[in-house]
Structures are given as C-alpha cells and as structure tokens.
C-alpha cells in the first residue's frame, strides 16, 4: 500500500476531533524536535514555529467566522491563544524566549482532545 493511499485510508477513519489530535502531536512533537537542535539550524526551529503559527492561524479565522457554532466565549479564548503563540514565536525566533510555553499550550489542548466521551482521540 503506498503511503497516500495509507493516508487517505487514515484519515476517513479517524473523525475531527481524532484528526485535530493528530495534527496537534505532528506540530508538537516538530517543536520538541526544533527546540532540541543545534542553534545553527535555523531552517527546522522556523519550519516548526511557522507550522505551529499557521496552526493556531487558521483556527482563529475559523473562530472569528459568525457562522461558528462554538461558544463564544472559547471562541474569543481560541483566538487569544492564536494571538499569544504569534507574538512568543517571534519572541523564540529572536531568541529572547523558548519554545516551552508553544509545547505546553499543545499539550494542554490535546488533553482537552483526548477527554472523556465516545470516539475521543486516545494518548499516543
């Protein structure tokens, strides 16, 4: 089986919020990655940031869209973490701060992910 057919197999058998899980351990696991590298190699700790940034990027477009059924309330903190992750990558890339804090923002959210309830993403 080749890998895009394993991976079109993989991903009409997982649901959203197994997907969101999923993605949430590639980004973290490529910022663990990124955080442990030799200084120099400026390419993986901005892949890892920009991917990261995209990632909260797009859920805070989708959180300010009105068509939205989320609370608003998580909507507004969802976009708040957006906010934040931009504004601390800027801080890592410049080397005034870590990548910890974007790690365990991650962590957090996937715990939230793999909660209690039917079909829920299990720990990795």
């Known amino acids: 089986m080749s890998l895009q057919a394993y991976k079109t197999a993989a ?6 919020r197994e997907m969101e899980y999923r993605l949430f351990g590639q980004v973290t696991r490529a910022l663990m990655h990124a955080s442990t590298v030799d200084p120099a190699d ?5 892949d890892a940031l920009d991917w990261n940034r995209r990632l909260w ?3 805070a477009t989708d959180c300010a869209s009105p068509d939205n059924a989320m609370d608003k309330s998580l909507r507004a903190q969802i976009i708040s973490i957006s906010l934040f992750v931009s504004k601390h990558s800027s801080a890592v890339m410049r080397w005034v701060d870590d990548f910890e ?3 365990d923002i991650i962590k957090m ?3 939230g992910l793999a909660g209690p309830g039917p079909g829920t993403a299990q720990a990795a």
Do not use: C, F, G, K
Not at 11 to 16: Q, V, Y
Not at 42 to 46: D, E, L, P, Q, S
């Open 11 to 16: 991903t009409r058998a997982e649901n959203p």
């Open 42 to 46: 400026v390419a993986t700790r901005i």
């Open 57 to 59: 990027s797009t859920l």
């Open 101 to 103: 804090d974007l790690i």
């Open 109 to 111: 959210v996937m715990q």
